[in-house]
């Protein structure tokens, strides 16, 4: 089944702690991005990657870090700079030619304590 | 003003009731278009995707596209207590603008009531 992993489902952190969030996917996509969901706030972007070994900062990127060493997987470490960080989280991809619209996965609720 | 505008509902509706979804927006740079439902603690799932103007039929789901009027819409035909979820709009520009950065409307939640 082609698609897009995340894991865990449920994360539950120490406030202080970094912990890194997993996404793969095996559709042969170029983009991934990682978005942050809040109630009543909508899909708000953490990072994007057009290719391997290159992103860029979306709209909240502070107290996020990305690697993008594989095209199939795009790590999110949220840190303990990020002040509010439970939320849900979600991966998306996009392909690069000829089907350009975007797939997420399950998603990560992860919660700080 | 935000780029992508979507009444946030709730939005309920009986069983069987034809169901209009909207969203408005201001950049006319945007090409592609999408609409997601999205259950309860669950990710997006694409419904329709649309590039420029027009319509797009699949099953009881149908999406329309105005761009002279920066508007999209999406319609549930014979709506079901199953077609309960918030709904998300979704849209990038072409490739001479940010194409890989996607918007997104707040969400318009749906009650079918049996």
């Known amino acids: 089944d082609g698609g897009i992993t995340q894991s865990p489902k449920y994360l539950f952190r120490k406030e202080g702690q970094n912990v890194t969030l997993s996404c793969e996917q095996n559709?042969?996509?170029?983009?991934m991005y990682w978005y942050r969901q809040d109630p009543g706030q909508g899909l708000r972007l953490i990072y994007y990657?057009?290719?391997?070994?290159?992103?860029q900062k979306g709209d909240i990127a502070e107290g996020y870090s990305v690697s993008r060493e594989k095209k199939e997987s795009f790590p999110l470490t949220v840190t303990s700079a990020q002040k509010n960080p439970t939320a849900f989280y979600l991966c998306?991809?996009?392909?690069?030619?000829?089907?350009?619209?975007?797939?997420f996965g399950p998603g990560t609720r992860l919660t700080v304590t | 003003q935000k780029e992508v505008e979507q009444d946030p509902g709730p939005l309920s509706v009986p069983e069987g009731a034809i169901v209009s979804l909207n969203c408005t927006y201001s950049?006319?740079?945007?090409?592609?278009f999408m609409w997601y439902r999205q259950y309860s603690r669950k990710g997006p799932e694409l419904l329709m995707y649309?590039?420029?103007?027009g319509n797009k039929e699949d099953g009881r789901f149908t999406a329309q596209v105005d761009k002279s009027s920066k508007y999209i819409s999406l319609f549930i035909r014979d709506s079901q207590p199953s077609d309960s979820a918030t709904y998300l709009c979704?849209?990038?520009?072409?490739?001479?603008?940010?194409?890989?950065?996607?918007?997104f409307g707040s969400g318009t939640k749906l009650n079918v009531k049996p």
């Open positions: 998306a991809s996009r392909g690069t030619s000829g089907s350009y619209e975007q797939y």
């Open positions: 559709l042969n996509h170029d983009a």
């Open positions: 990657s057009q290719i391997v070994n290159d992103f």
């Open positions: 950049n006319s740079a945007f090409q592609y």
């Open positions: 649309t590039y420029s103007s």
């Open positions: 979704a849209m990038s520009a072409g490739r001479e603008y940010n194409f890989n950065k996607f918007y």
